[in-house]
């Protein structure tokens, strides 16, 4: 089965601060897209944002990039400038068996601190 | 603006009832997705469609079903519900050709007494 693990269930970062949330995959697929999704609490939850694994440059959205190590099956989110409206469960996610489904992590619960 | 709506943000049921969640996008998307989501587990597939009447178990499909007769709606079915289904159960869906990115709807939240 696809594994996706992130090592950090919670986290707690003061506001204005840098935090990376890790994450490590298992997939047997070639070309693939790797995602961060964002879920704010009691709310939906909305793409943060999308790599693909054939680009060797990290993706990058205003405060949120991304450090993807392929080799390593490593995918890690960096959060820059820490607001509180980033307060939100954060799951990984990768493809599973042929890239229309994808396999979750169990999340990683930041909390920004004011 | 891409939409995935359910038809339920929360629901109070009894055990043995049949229960309906229905799931509806409006981005004419082929792929739909109901997961279940509880602390500490992630997000869990439960069945997965490509197509209108087709579709896929995943992780978890026991003592579910689904519906798929339109390709825009997609319902989830507890054909008799059991207080271990008690969760949140979250609806998604992507074009198909494995680029990926899943649109979710905003959730119900079940509880089975």
């Known amino acids: 089965a696809q594994t996706v693990t992130q090592s950090q269930p919670e986290m707690s970062v003061q506001e204005a601060e840098t935090v990376t949330l890790s994450c490590t995959y298992d997939?047997?697929?070639?070309?693939?897209?790797l995602f961060w999704y964002k879920q704010p609490p009691s709310r939906q939850m909305i793409l943060v944002i999308r790599?693909?694994?054939?680009?060797?440059q990290n993706a990058t959205e205003n405060r949120f990039s991304v450090n993807f190590q392929k080799a390593a099956k490593s995918f890690s989110l960096k959060i820059s400038d820490s607001q509180l409206g980033d307060t939100a469960m954060y799951f990984c996610?990768?493809?599973?068996?042929?890239?229309?489904?994808?396999?979750f992590g169990t999340g990683t619960r930041l909390t920004i601190i004011p | 603006d891409v939409k995935v709506t359910q038809s339920s943000r929360y629901l109070v049921k009894r055990t043995g009832e049949k229960v309906f969640l229905e799931c509806v996008q409006d981005?004419?998307?082929?792929?739909m997705f109901w997961y279940r989501q509880d602390p500490g587990l992630g997000l869990r597939l439960i069945y997965f469609?490509?197509?209108?009447?087709?579709?896929e178990k995943g992780d978890i499909p026991e003592g579910y079903s689904v519906s798929r007769e339109k390709k825009e709606r997609f319902s989830l079915i507890l054909e008799s519900a059991s207080t271990n289904q008690t969760s949140m159960y979250l609806c998604?869906?992507?074009?198909?050709?494995?680029?990926?990115?899943?649109?979710f709807g905003p959730g119900t939240r079940l509880l089975v007494l």
């Open positions: 997939t047997s697929e070639s070309n693939y897209y």
């Open positions: 469609s490509y197509d209108v009447k087709m579709k």
């Open positions: 981005m004419d998307h082929e792929n």
């Open positions: 996610a990768s493809p599973n068996f042929g890239n229309e489904k994808l396999t």
């Open positions: 998604a869906s992507s074009l198909a050709g494995g680029q990926g990115t899943q649109y």
């Open positions: 790599q693909e694994a054939y680009k060797q």
